[in-house]
């Protein structure tokens, strides 16, 4: 053995691994303590207490917001905004083709498109309406979808508490149960749920997990969400289970199928959504599925199935049920990589912007835009006032 003989010491990697303990660490601390502090302490199930709710690293979509709206990097400040978007990128739910971690983040980026916020047919310009800012993502654990479940109801349920409208950007529709579920509480009364949906995602259990296809058994177990509350529209095709059929017969879950909305006719489908889901109910929740609406048009989801809704039908339907009013919003289930020239996230940034229009349009939230030109002019008058004239 002479003196080339190569030893452990000799090693490069050695020498690299030894130097890690001089490497100093002050501003990942720094990094750390302000994420913590800005993004808030996550549910009690995650151990690791250095993990905040809102991830405050990434979840901007490589620097875009939704529409464009402001950051809201400090959490503790979010108060009196009408709008929070915000994203959970959770895949751990689906059952086949997983991606929708992605969604949130192909949301945002295709909503630049629309970062104008005006819509000529609606007669609203929603920036004018609503103050709106995006909480980027929720921290949810990839591989454990129960403690994903408490960090997303603990962070919508900080939304609610503030009176704040949240719209969840999935993400699988695993979520729907936890969005339910942060909800619930704020309610004094009971939940309707509208669903559009080819699938019914009504049975207990996928592969002894509560996975994309069992968010509604689950959120209709909580005592203020009745199933009889529940409407579901566009279910049908080749993947719907029986078990979660099963479940809609036995708790009186209503079906709207393809078949009804040619039959009926898009109007009349929709009057009997909107009066089932608020019989009795205090608030109504809505979740869009963008698999509800056909592959032609929306390729880019896990479980396409053919057949489903065209999107003029599901805008106008939209239009028609959600004029009473909503406690919050979800739309999931994009997972962009088999989406082509991003019409799937396009499709269902127009949805959430439609829903918010018909809102405002409404009353049923931040300022009407007769009332924003009356205070506006209100506005004016008062500056009249007191501006002496001249000039
Ligand atoms: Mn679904």
């Not at 959970?88 to 969604?103: I, M, N, Q, S, V």
């Not at 889901?277 to 698999?291: E, G, H, Q, T």
């Not at 999931?332 to 088999?338: L, S, T, W």
């Not at 049923?364 to 500056?383: C, F, I, Q, Y």
Request: proline letters at 5%; one cysteine or more; charged letters at 25%.
């Amino acid at each position: 053995m002479g003196s080339d003989r190569l030893g452990r010491e000799q090693l490069h990697g050695t020498r690299m691994v030894e130097r890690e303990a001089e490497l100093p660490s002050v501003r990942a601390k720094e990094r750390q303590e302000r994420a913590l502090e800005f993004g808030l302490e996550s549910a009690a199930s995650v151990r690791d207490r250095k993990i905040p709710l809102f991830n405050r690293a990434a979840g901007r979509g490589n620097g875009w917001t939704f529409v464009g709206m402001p950051f809201q990097e400090d959490m503790r400040e979010l108060a009196d905004q009408d709008v929070a978007f915000v994203g959970a990128p959770l895949d751990a739910g689906t059952t086949y083709r997983p991606g929708t971690r992605f969604g949130p983040d192909a949301l945002r980026r295709i909503s630049q498109l629309a970062a104008f916020t005006y819509n000529v047919e609606l007669g609203i310009d929603l920036h004018e309406s609503l103050d709106m800012v995006d909480c980027g993502d929720v921290n949810v654990m990839p591989a454990n979808i129960e403690k994903s479940f408490d960090q997303i109801d603990r962070a919508v349920a900080y939304i609610h508490e503030r009176g704040i409208f949240p719209v969840i950007l999935g993400g699988d529709h695993s979520i729907g149960y936890p969005d339910i579920r942060a909800l619930a509480p704020y309610v004094d009364g009971n939940i309707g749920i509208i669903h559009f949906d080819r699938h019914s995602d009504l049975s207990e259990y996928n592969m002894d997990e509560r996975m994309h296809g069992t968010p509604f058994f689950h959120a209709t177990n909580i005592p203020n969400a009745p199933a009889t509350n529940l409407v579901q529209v566009g279910i049908g095709g080749w993947t719907s289970s029986r078990s979660g059929v099963q479940v809609s017969r036995e708790r009186r879950a209503s079906v709207i199928t393809l078949t009804d909305v040619d039959r009926w006719g898009v109007d009349r489908v929709a009057e009997l959504a909107l009066e089932l889901a608020w019989k009795d109910a205090k608030a109504v929740f809505l979740s869009f599925d963008i698999d509800s609406i056909d592959p032609a048009f929306a390729p880019g989801t896990g479980t396409p199935m053919s057949g489903g809704l065209l999107p003029r039908e599901a805008l106008r339907m939209l239009h028609l049920v959600t004029r009473e009013g909503l406690a919050g919003m979800e739309l999931v289930e994009v997972a962009p990589q088999y989406d082509i020239s991003d019409i799937t996230s396009g499709l269902g940034v127009h949805i959430i912007l439609d829903v918010l229009a018909t809102l405002v349009n409404e009353g049923k939230l931040g300022r009407r835009p007769d009332a924003t030109v009356k205070a506006d002019a209100e506005v004016a008058r008062v500056d009249d006032q007191v501006t002496p004239a001249g000039g």
